[in-house]
């Protein structure tokens, strides 16, 4: 079986795969609780004989699923929760299609649908008996929340793995190459002593007080991080009332920073400043681990492979309603988000696509040199395997992610994204089953860069999913 007769075999499914992604639009759900999508996404790989293992890394919408044996074990990343707040009708104004309800602003509904295409295609490879191997699809839950690879990591569902791919949704197609921060997600809880804060504030002791003195201690300790260091909280709990001093305050942080290492140092001083505010206020404070991640390392040699296949399959073919569509979205967003969203872009690339709604045309990688504020837990991915992903032009040039124009293009047009995701994944896994130099390079190039017993997982032993506050905030 040659490339393109793998590439028919997603042609041939691109009405089921349309489906799925279009089913998972229409029935968003919140990191970790995405019982739903992972059930459809589940149903056509169990169908075509993948061995299955749900619930992994104690999360039930968490699974494994598995074709081949003997050989290389090409792994493939999927993701399919969504972000809350964003419900949204394919409709270039602000529509609501529930309000308050969640919606697929970073395009998750293409993400695993695309994966679970590549590896339906690898499956009639494999029985065909052109590549040896395994190809490994993952259903990743709550990447929004940064959750759903860490646990899965540390239940050590990557470790076997040879290469791993992912992509995702976007305004370009293109290897992604640049790096991201690292990441700790934590909570800290204060407890006072309620009172009448009139009639007798001597006899309280005020836990939103621990809170204000913590986020007051962080304020002097920015001056002394890295400038690509960030420190953000929110207090999700300061009180009921303000006439009882309230007994009970809870401020949620998020530690970030290029490396893990630097992440650990900034929480260590975190905490410490947690206990001084604890003795400030005469209060008692515990903390919650949420999660952690890695910075994301992109794998040259694998990253290499992908940006073939990308020029290989070629543009997403965009029609004229499609490019119509994409124009009313575009002149929703306000110029200044449109240019800061065009920031990372080449200068002459950002001149020539300023204009565009939308630009589906192969870009070759850019991003060596960048590096993001934002974080994936794709990053503890990369250091267990070597690692490479992409992105596909599935939204208007400059459209931000997170937002309802993103919902409602990922809802119509962007649906035509999901074959050629779908077949860059299935050509680049191909390639790196039937090519055992490709594979030697990227192990060569991970052990030189990173090494291989380098990952350590960032959970303490006794954390846990969280699953009450996934629905609370997003990467």
Not at 48 to 76: K, L, Q, S
Not at 400 to 424: E, I, M, R, Y
């Amino acid at each position: 079986m040659s490339k393109s007769v793998l590439f028919d075999h997603i042609d041939d499914r691109e009405p089921q795969l349309r489906e799925i992604a279009r089913e998972l639009w229409e029935h968003p759900e919140l990191g970790l609780h995405e019982e739903r999508s992972a059930e459809v996404l589940l149903e056509p790989l169990e169908a075509a004989g993948f061995e299955t293992e749900i619930g992994v890394g104690g999360m039930p919408t968490a699974f494994v699923a598995n074709y081949g044996t003997e050989g290389p074990r090409i792994g493939i990343l999927g993701e399919y929760d969504a972000l809350p707040g964003l419900s949204q009708g394919v409709a270039a104004e602000r529509d609501p299609l529930e309000a308050g309800a969640p919606g697929h602003g970073c395009g998750h509904n293409l993400f695993g649908t695309a994966g679970v295409g590549a590896a339906l295609a690898l499956k009639e490879a494999i029985d065909a008996g052109d590549v040896e191997g395994a190809v490994v699809f993952y259903g990743c839950p709550a990447e929004e929340t940064l959750i759903g690879k860490t646990y899965m990591a540390r239940a050590g569902v990557f470790d076997d793995l040879d290469a791993a791919l992912t992509w995702h949704p976007g305004d370009l197609s293109t290897p992604s190459m640049g790096s991201s921060n690292a990441l700790n997600s934590l909570m800290f809880t204060f407890e006072g002593t309620a009172a009448h804060a009139a009639g007798s504030p001597e006899s309280g002791r005020s836990a939103l007080d621990g809170v204000q003195l913590l986020n007051t201690g962080v304020e002097y300790m920015r001056e002394h991080v890295s400038d690509d260091a960030r420190l953000h909280y929110a207090i999700t709990d300061g009180g009921d009332a303000p006439n009882v001093v309230p007994p009970e305050a809870t401020v949620w942080y998020f530690v970030r920073a290029p490396e893990r290492e630097e992440v650990e140092r900034n929480t260590e001083w975190l905490r410490d400043i947690a206990e001084a505010a604890a003795m400030m206020s005469q209060t008692d404070v515990t903390e919650r681990f949420l999660t952690g991640c890695y910075d994301y390392r992109a794998n040259e040699a694998v990253s290499e492979v992908i940006w073939e296949n990308i020029r290989a399959v070629g543009p997403i073919e965009y029609d004229e309603a499609d490019y119509a569509f994409a124009r009313e979205l575009r002149e929703t967003v306000p110029e200044d988000r449109l240019e800061a969203n065009l920031a990372d872009v080449p200068d002459d690339l950002a001149a020539e696509i300023r204009e565009e709604a939308l630009y589906p045309e192969p870009v070759p990688p850019f991003d060596h040199d960048q590096h993001t504020h934002g974080s994936t837990e794709v990053g503890d991915v990369s250091w267990i395997v070597p690692t490479g992903q992409f992105r596909a032009a599935t939204w208007p040039v400059g459209a931000p992610g997170h937002s309802w124009q993103v919902v409602a293009a990922n809802g119509d047009f962007g649906l035509k994204g999901v074959a050629f995701a779908a077949k860059v994944l299935a050509g680049a896994t191909y390639d790196l089953l039937a090519d055992e130099t490709a594979l030697t390079a990227a192990r060569d190039e991970f052990e030189s860069e990173i090494g291989a017993d380098a990952y350590e997982t960032p959970l303490p032993e006794d954390a846990t999913p969280p699953f009450d506050v996934t629905a609370m905030t997003s990467n």
